[in-house]
């Protein structure tokens, strides 16, 4: 009798070990985590609601970060996400290939403009010509974020240094770089809280956020504002030192205009729902149009040197 309870306890066991495993499996299987930068949080939001709708049976976790930041989760962290996009195809390109990732596709734009509020000082005066003498003011603070880990922190400095040229003000960008140090935030949408409390005055944002978070913002020259690829030769003069694959490398970044990008990392726990998310990125009445509706240029281009790389039902559509 003792034999066969015994038995019967070990089946019992076995039983709630399957049955345990099975829901893991299938959480896996329907469980899709992606890395995004800071300014993709509301439309990737919007993303994540509609096509979990659309698939009832998905569950999507967002993880914001600075692009550069999210590339380091996986390089130097070894977590593992289904999705990584970042504000700067670059990021992919510098960080995560070819050891854990090889390709990518560009699938949006924006430009730089400098957000304020109404109690924002010197609102009144602020113009594209007389920015930088706004900034330098005594009476007034501005934020940025940290160039090592954000593409819109390394993106500010371009600015700084195409402004001197654009002004002729020898030395602007030493003075901008020296000035509120303080109130550098690991990503651009760190610094809305500063802004929105009134700690500080300005802030260096994408326009997209601007817009999303319903901001006064100035409109930068194109010149300045990194969203005009007619102006890339003008955009090259600019150059910024930062980390590169190891904390003590340092690496070159040339100014250009603002390419978004996306990747499937080589070790994704999830690929084909992996798949299918990026495929919705990509399709004009959903994830194209989200984008188009939080501020953002879209656009699709893959290079060619990675269509026998990219998943099969990315390649139908383009």
Request: charged share 25%.
């Amino acid at each position: 009798m003792n034999i066969i309870t015994n038995i019967l306890k070990y089946l019992l066991i076995l039983s709630i070990i399957f049955l345990f495993s099975d829901c893991i499996h299938t959480k896996s299987n329907n469980t899709l985590t992606i890395f995004h930068a800071g300014s993709l949080s509301k439309p990737f939001n919007e993303m994540k609601d509609a096509f979990e709708k659309k698939h009832p049976d998905a569950q999507i976790l967002l993880e914001a970060a600075g692009s550069r930041e999210c590339a380091r989760k996986i390089t130097e962290l070894g977590k593992k996400c289904d999705i990584m996009a970042s504000s700067d195809y670059t990021v992919i390109e510098d960080l995560l290939m070819p050891e854990f990732a090889d390709w990518y596709i560009n699938f949006s734009g924006n430009e730089m403009c400098i957000a304020f509020t109404e109690k924002s000082r010197l609102k009144n005066q602020i113009q594209a010509n007389n920015w930088p003498d706004i900034l330098l003011n005594d009476s007034v603070s501005y934020g940025r974020s940290n160039p090592d880990l954000d593409p819109c922190g390394y993106r500010t400095i371009m600015i700084f240094d195409l402004a001197e040229q654009f002004y002729h003000k020898p030395g602007l960008q030493e003075q901008l770089l020296k000035k509120n140090q303080k109130y550098i935030r690991p990503k651009e949408v760190d610094l809305l809280s500063l802004l929105e409390s009134h700690a500080i005055d300005y802030i260096f944002i994408y326009r997209s956020v601007a817009v999303q978070h319903e901001l006064n913002f100035l409109v930068l020259p194109d010149s300045l504002n990194l969203g005009n690829p007619s102006l890339e030769d003008f955009y090259q003069t600019s150059r910024v030192k930062i980390s590169g694959k190891n904390p003590d490398d340092k690496i070159e970044k040339k100014g250009e205009a603002m390419v978004y990008a996306f990747t499937i990392p080589k070790n994704a726990p999830n690929k084909d729902m992996a798949a299918e998310f990026a495929r919705f990125i990509l399709q004009p009445n959903e994830g194209q149009k989200i984008m188009k509706d939080n501020g953002q240029a879209v656009f699709i281009d893959i290079k060619e040197n990675f269509n026998d790389k990219i998943p099969e039902n990315l390649k139908s559509d383009q």
